[in-house]
Structure formats: structure tokens, C-alpha cells
């Protein structure tokens, strides 16, 4: 008996124990806590933005405008919060979204390898890529990488950002000048100073748009593949489906083209 | 009884200790999984379990590897910031071995089960693929569905003891079927006229068309069966699926994978 019952004891206490871990694993199985909840329950929803990438995102007078503002307020309208923009820049960027100083990243964000390690990105909102743009006359002569990277074409570039990587790594014969004025670079093109600029595709657009003697030139089917996508709390997939299915449903609608052509056509 | 109480309740607040203990592991882990990305990123390398035996996918070739998924396997690697270290296996110990944690995922021409699935995760689906026939060019157009092939007066030919086996025994009724030893001497006994059609895996067939003038291989973008491609990777690591299927599509998006594969099969 004396050495039974401590043994019944032991049996119950580890019974208890191995029950009390099956229903824990099996409630967390069913419910992971997610920032969708959090979300809900402070009323907003925080959305980390740089406000200094046309057309996705620009912080004007105090507040921000848009393709990706215009869809950080749909989201939030989804949830059934209010929006609050916490602005950041490129280099903070996955420090602060991943220090949990927002709920999700919007605003002209290349998907990649490196930021993925650190965060999930919802399903890509758009297709990008590195697009040239000539004056219109010049339009069928530059076509390929093979066309413009020839010893008689003067090629311009912001210095320091991807344009530059991308012009370095593929333009070996072409003459590459550095110009750091993000602004009045594409007139350099118009007053013939240079010939061409290799950017973001949609940029290319808006400047086609703005600029008028300037063309775009595939935009559509760029010299180098990227996409771009929304930053998501890592391993967080309840609040990513919820991203994933609100964004599936704004494109399904003409939500998405509606906003998309407001800021690029 | 005294001790017996004693040592009841001491047992009972460890495991009291022991399921507060997990509960806020799993609160905390609900935020930010352990997953095997991180771990690789910490060992500085990547494990890849692989048999070395497929074509186009993984061969082994003296100390190295060579092949598609073994392309593949590098970039992925290069894409985590880690050296890859390739492990061998067979295909009858590949569960085993990827379930013991020999590898952080297995690559090389693995084709996608349910079976496999209800042991491990598989990244999105790298290629699909399936059995098609490989026949004289001349009867290109006259030897297209099972039907058309199971006809009195058609002669299929298979390797023995494999899916190709499997699949002519089932569906062929009214052709003959022979069975040949050889792996690399069956192709030639349809150049031959000894046997009219072989139903092969596509890549396979794909293969064997350049390398045998005179072979066509039929509708390869239209198997007569349908398997997937995928890479195996640990059972409800979705922080790390999410990192290869995030790879794998820019590998896809880029034209990297193509180059692998046209590497392979052109």
C-alpha cells in the first residue's frame, strides 16, 4: 500500500500534466494568437510608410498620398479600424516593422529573399521591374540591354539605389553619368544632355505622363523582374490571409485599377 | 501516506510548473515560431538530403552533384546567405532519413504524395510533369491516348519492376507488352521496329528525343498522367515554406530556373 499509492500520486500528477498539455497545444492549434485581434481591439490599424516613393506612397503637408496609402485605408476600412501612418525610411525599415512599430509595411516594397527572413509579405500587388525611358524618337532603338549598352549611348543614373546596381551590372560599353538630382534628371534627357535612364517601371510611366517627349519603353515587360508586395508580422499566417484575401477581392472589384490609374494614367 | 501526499503535491506543482512552462512557450511562439530558417541561418549551412541517382534532377557525379534541383539547391542556399552541404540518400530511406533530421529538405526530382504530405510540408510545386509515349516520329500522330495505343498489332515496350511497368500492365489490354532489361538499349528497339511505343516520364522522353534522331516524344506538355515536382520540407514549418516559396517563385518570375533546366535539357 505505502508504496502503491505514491506511485497512484505520481500517475495522477503526470496525467494531469500530459492533459493539461493536450489541451493547451490543442487550444494554440486552433487559435494562434494574431495582429489581426490586436488590430481590432486598439481601433487601428498601423501601417509603416517612407512617404518618399512616387507614386506609392508621398507624406505631403503633414499627411500622406498615394497608391498604397489609398490601399492602406481600404485595409483598414476592411478591418474596421482607423488608420494611423507611422513614417520610417528605407534603412529602418525591417528594424521598426520587425520592433513591432507597426502592424503591416506599405508603400512601393521590392519583395526580397533578405526581407523575408525577417517578415512574411502578402501575395505580390504588383509586377515591376527595370524599364528604360529615351526620348520618343529613340523608343525602337533601345530595346534590349544589348541596344543601349553601345559606346556612343550616354546613359544617366541617380547614384546609390538600384538604378545604379542595375546600369553597373549590365552597361560595360555604354557611358554612365552619375546625376544625383532625383528631380530634374529626366530633363537631362529632354535637353539631350543625355540619352537614357533606366528606372522602376512605373516610374517610368509617370514621368512618360509628365514629361511629354519622353517615352516609357516596355514598361510592361521589364529588363529585370521584380515585384512588390505588402510587410507582414513573420509566421503571423491569420492575419496574412486576411491581407491576402482583402487584396485578392480589391483587384477582383476594380478596387485596386481604380486607385492604380488615379496615380499612374 | 504522509510521504505519499508529500511527494504527490511536489510532483503536481512540477507539472503544474511544467504546463505553465509550455503554455507561455506557446503564447510566445504564437508571435515568432522557431523555425528551421533561423537555425540554418545559425549552423552558416544547408542541408540538402538528395539520391544522386535522377536525371535531369540530381546526379551524382564522383564526389559532387550535378542536376536541376541540385542548381537549385545552390541558389537556395545563396539566397539563405549559407554554404549548402548535400546529404545522400535512397529513395526507400528518404522519409526516414528527412524524418530524423538528417536534412533541413530534401530536393531531386520528388514527386509530390499524399503519403509524403501526411509526414512533411512540400514547397509550391517546382514543375508538373507525367508519363507520355515515346515513339517513331512517323507514328506521331497515330499513337497519342491510351486508347489509340491499346490497339492488337501495337507493341509496348517497358523496363521492368518500375511505375512504367505499373502503368502499361493497367492500361494496355489489347497491345502487346515486352518487358526490356535495359535502361539505356530500350530506346533503340522502337528505332528498331522490335516494339512501337515506350510511355516514359516527359523529361525523360524529352531527353531521349535528342539524344535518339528518329524518336519523338508525344505531347509532352500533355502527360497521360499527372505528377508534381516539389521539395520536401518539415511538417508545419510555415516560416520556412514561406522562405522557399517565396524563392522559388522569384526563381521562377526571374527565368533562373528555366536556365537550370534548359542546362539540363536542351
Not at chain 1, 478591418?79 to 525591417?94: C, D, H, P, S, Y
Not at chain 1, 520587425?98 to 517578415?119: F, P
Not at chain 2, 502499361?168 to 535495359?182: C, E, M, V, W, Y
Request: positive net charge.
Amino acid at each position: 500500500m505505502t508504496i502503491t499509492s505514491p506511485f497512484k500520486g505520481l500517475k495522477l500528477a503526470v496525467l494531469s500534466a500530459v492533459a493539461g498539455l493536450g489541451l493547451t497545444a490543442a487550444a494554440l492549434a486552433q487559435a494562434p494568437a494574431s495582429q489581426l485581434e490586436a488590430i481590432q481591439s486598439r481601433a487601428a490599424l498601423q501601417v509603416c510608410t517612407t512617404g518618399d516613393y512616387k507614386p506609392f506612397t508621398l507624406a505631403k503637408d503633414g499627411s500622406f498620398e498615394g497608391i498604397d496609402i489609398e490601399l492602406a485605408k481600404s485595409l483598414a476600412k476592411a478591418i474596421g479600424v482607423e488608420v494611423r501612418f507611422v513614417q520610417t525610411k528605407w534603412a529602418n525599415l525591417m528594424d521598426d516593422f520587425t520592433s513591432g512599430k507597426c502592424d503591416i509595411a506599405m508603400g512601393g516594397i521590392s519583395v526580397t529573399l533578405d526581407r523575408q527572413k525577417r517578415a512574411f509579405f502578402s501575395a505580390p500587388y504588383l509586377i515591376n521591374g527595370k524599364a528604360p525611358i529615351a526620348r520618343c524618337a529613340d523608343v525602337s532603338k533601345f530595346q534590349t540591354v544589348a541596344d543601349i549598352d553601345k559606346p556612343e549611348t550616354r546613359v544617366i543614373v541617380n547614384p546609390g539605389g538600384t538604378n545604379e546596381r542595375f546600369v553597373r551590372a549590365n552597361f560595360k560599353q555604354a557611358k554612365i553619368e552619375i546625376f544625383p538630382d532625383n528631380v530634374t534628371i529626366w530633363d537631362q534627357i529632354l535637353a539631350g544632355k543625355a540619352d537614357i535612364m533606366v528606372a522602376e517601371s512605373i516610374e517610368t510611366k509617370v514621368q512618360e505622363k509628365i514629361r511629354p517627349g519622353l517615352c516609357a519603353i516596355n514598361p510592361d515587360a521589364p529588363l529585370q523582374y521584380g515585384e512588390m508586395g505588402y510587410l507582414l508580422p513573420r509566421g503571423d499566417v491569420v492575419f496574412k490571409a486576411f491581407v491576402d484575401q482583402w487584396l485578392h477581392l480589391a483587384k477582383a472589384t476594380g478596387e485596386f485599377a481604380g486607385i492604380y490609374d488615379r496615380f499612374v494614367r | 501516506m504522509k510521504i505519499t501526499a508529500t511527494i504527490a503535491r511536489a510532483f503536481s506543482g512540477a507539472a503544474l510548473c511544467t504546463v505553465l512552462g509550455v503554455a507561455f512557450a506557446g503564447g510566445a511562439r504564437a508571435q515568432a515560431p522557431a523555425s528551421q530558417l533561423d537555425a540554418i541561418q545559425s549552423a552558416g549551412v544547408l542541408r540538402i538530403c538528395t539520391t544522386g541517382d535522377y536525371k535531369p534532377f540530381t546526379i551524382a557525379v564522383g564526389e559532387g552533384y550535378e542536376g536541376v534541383d541540385v542548381e537549385m539547391a545552390r541558389s537556395l542556399a545563396k539566397a539563405l546567405g549559407v554554404e549548402p552541404r548535400f546529404v545522400r540518400t535512397k529513395w526507400a530511406d528518404l522519409m526516414p532519413d528527412f524524418l530524423a533530421g538528417k536534412c533541413d529538405i530534401a530536393m531531386g526530382g520528388i514527386g509530390v504524395t499524399l503519403e509524403r504530405q501526411k509526414r512533411a510540408f512540400y514547397s509550391a510545386p517546382a514543375l508538373a510533369t507525367g508519363k507520355v509515349p515515346l515513339v517513331r516520329c512517323a507514328d506521331k500522330d497515330k499513337l497519342q491516348t491510351v486508347a489509340d495505343i491499346d490497339k492488337p498489332g501495337v507493341t509496348a515496350i517497358a523496363n521492368p519492376g518500375g511505375t512504367n511497368e505499373r502503368f502499361a500492365r493497367s492500361n494496355f489490354k489489347q497491345a502487346k507488352i515486352t518487358l526490356h532489361g535495359d535502361n539505356v538499349t530500350i530506346f533503340d528497339e522502337i528505332l528498331a521496329g522490335r516494339a512501337d511505343v515506350f510511355v516514359t516520364e516527359a523529361l525523360e522522353a524529352t531527353v531521349q528525343e535528342k539524344l535518339k534522331p528518329g524518336l519523338c516524344a508525344v505531347n509532352t506538355d500533355k502527360p497521360l498522367t499527372f505528377i508534381e515536382i516539389g521539395y520536401l520540407l518539415p511538417r508545419g514549418d510555415g516560416v520556412f515554406k514561406a522562405f522557399v516559396d517565396q524563392w522559388l517563385h522569384i526563381a521562377k518570375s526571374t527565368g533562373e530556373y528555366k536556365r537550370y533546366y534548359d542546362q539540363y535539357l536542351r
